[in-house]
């Protein structure tokens, strides 16, 4: 069992910036793929950006490419994403998320653990 612990979470007027982090005290698995997901009141959790094992590779969904940059540091067991240029549509529940299987994947239903999720509020 792998336990994510997600903070950074807040409010934040349009324009500004927020960075989060996923870390975890399990250092039992690490050739794993990482992913943040959002939930926004009444709509479905939705793909925000990935990560590889390494770091190498990233993904990201559209409507965050070029503000949201997702990173990680091994030597910590944490991984980041940083968000600039927030909009009030940022708003939501954000989760981090590990994959165990060693390739990307944009479904919720391909990670395997969850961390429990911190808010983020953008006002206009």
């Known amino acids: 069992q792998m336990h994510l612990v997600e903070s950074g979470g807040g409010l934040v007027q349009a324009g500004g910036s927020l960075r989060l982090s996923c870390a975890t005290s399990?250092?039992?698995?690490?050739?794993?793929?990482a992913g943040w997901f959002r939930q926004a009141p009444g709509k479905d959790r939705e793909f925000a950006a990935a990560?590889?094992?390494?770091?190498?590779?990233?993904y990201y969904a559209d409507s965050v490419k070029g503000r949201f940059a997702i990173s990680r540091d091994s030597t910590k067991n944490t991984i980041y994403l940083q968000m600039n240029s927030l909009k009030p549509e940022d708003t939501a529940n954000y989760y981090c998320?590990?994959?165990?299987?060693?390739?990307?994947?944009?479904?919720?239903?391909?990670?395997?653990?969850w961390g429990q999720g911190t808010r983020v509020t953008v006002s206009s």
């Open positions: 998320a590990a994959n165990l299987a060693s390739s990307f994947c944009s479904g919720g239903a391909a990670y395997d653990y």
């Open positions: 399990d250092t039992t698995y690490s050739d794993y793929y």
């Open positions: 990560i590889s094992w390494d770091g190498e590779e990233t």
